[in-house]
């Protein structure tokens, strides 16, 4: 079994900056794929961003693409999204999610196992 928490979130105005962290417990995560989501009200929960068990690859959703950075630190089992030129459409609560089965990529339907999530609300 593998947890995960995330943290970091709050509220921010629009153009300012947030750094998100997921812990994982239970597991080295080293092997695999972790991401981010999201899910605002009312919407279904999308990718914001994924990121190979070295880091080497990465992908983003075009909504956060060149505003929003996602690394790890697999020496802490962690991993980051950094949040930078927040927009109120940011808003949404932000999920951690890892793939045990994939070494490059997690999507929605492909995450074993998922954080509790952390709001990020951000204010215009």
């Known amino acids: 079994q593998v947890q995960l928490v995330e943290s970091g979130g709050g509220l921010v105005q629009a153009g300012g900056s947030l750094r998100l962290s997921c812990a994982a417990s239970?597991?080295?995560?080293?092997?695999?794929?972790m991401g981010w989501f999201r899910q605002a009200p009312g919407k279904e929960r999308e990718l914001v961003a994924t990121?190979?068990?070295?880091?080497?690859?990465?992908y983003y959703a075009d909504s956060v693409k060149g505003r929003f950075t996602i690394s790890r630190d697999n020496a802490k089992n962690t991993v980051y999204l950094q949040m930078n030129s927040l927009k109120s459409e940011d808003t949404a609560v932000y999920y951690c999610?890892?793939?045990?089965?994939?070494?490059?990529?997690?999507?929605?339907?492909?995450?074993?196992?998922w954080g509790q999530g952390t709001q990020v609300t951000v204010s215009s």
């Open positions: 999610a890892l793939n045990e089965h994939n070494r490059v990529v997690v999507t929605t339907t492909s995450a074993d196992y």
């Open positions: 239970g597991r080295t995560v080293s092997s695999y794929a």
């Open positions: 990121i190979s068990w070295s880091g080497g690859n990465t």
